[in-house]
């Protein structure tokens, strides 16, 4: 059974800290890492990794993933309130059918003034 | 573009009661999927359309829950005889299916309520 934990549960910063976010991971048939944000409802997709090594980045979001020790962080710098919210890291396995992203439980961030 | 679309985006309904909750996935995106959230848990998986395969329902909780997705576009997820535990945020997503790469793109889900 595919599974994805992620690290921290919570976590409480002030305006301009910097902060990482871990997920690990184990799935048959890796075939890619998603990091979605999610404030309201529904997630909004942030960065898909498919290559170890390869940093992903926008803005003062970056992201990378080590296919090798079945991990990926995710870094935000100089933290902002509006960055408040759950992230989530999904991994897709290639399902006999088709495939399916698994997700971890999240990290809720909250950045405080 | 049109993004993905649900509703109705809040349902309160009575336990034992049968409810639908309705997805439009973005056209031209041949995968869709449904998921629920409950309050401060993960997202859980319940099915998977595929253009015109057999649909992946091995995240159904129970059956009561079924869905359908008709002429490959809007689909519907119904819960008979609704439980307390049924409550939770129901997420459909939908992408393109392509080899290596799926990324899915969300409707605002619909918070269901049974009491």
């Known amino acids: 059974e595919d599974k994805v934990v992620q690290s921290p549960l919570s976590l409480v910063v002030h305006e301009g800290d910097t902060v990482t976010l871990n997920c690990s991971y184990e799935?048959?048939?890796?075939?890619?890492l998603l990091w979605y944000k999610q404030e309201k409802k529904a997630p909004t997709f942030l960065f898909m990794l498919?290559?170890?090594?390869i940093e992903k980045k926008s803005g003062r979001l970056s992201s990378i993933l080590d296919k090798k020790e079945l991990f990926s962080i995710l870094n935000i710098t100089a933290t902002q309130t509006g960055d408040s919210a759950v992230y989530l890291c999904?991994?897709?396995?290639?399902?006999?059918?088709?495939?399916?992203?698994?997700f971890g439980e999240g990290t809720q961030l909250t950045v405080n003034p | 573009g049109a993004g993905v679309s649900q509703s109705p985006s809040n349902k309160v309904t009575e336990k034992g009661k049968d409810v639908e909750l309705r997805c439009d996935p973005i056209?031209?995106?041949?995968?869709l999927y449904w998921y629920r959230q409950s309050l401060g848990q993960g997202l859980e998986f319940l099915i998977y359309?595929?253009?015109?395969?057999?649909?992946?329902k091995s995240g159904l909780p129970s059956d009561r829950f079924s869905a359908e997705r008709t002429g490959g576009s809007v689909s519907t997820l119904t819960i008979q005889r609704t439980q307390q535990e049924d409550s939770a945020v129901y997420l459909c997503?939908?992408?393109?299916?392509?080899?290596?790469?799926?990324?899915?793109?969300f409707g605002p889900g619909t918070r269901l309520t049974v009491l």
């Open positions: 997503a939908s992408s393109f299916q392509r080899v290596g790469a799926n990324t899915q793109y």
């Open positions: 799935v048959t048939n890796f075939r890619s």
């Open positions: 498919t290559s170890s090594g």
């Open positions: 999904a991994v897709e396995g290639r399902e006999t059918s088709g495939s399916r992203l698994t």
């Open positions: 056209s031209g995106h041949t995968a």
């Open positions: 359309f595929q253009g015109n395969s057999a649909p992946d």
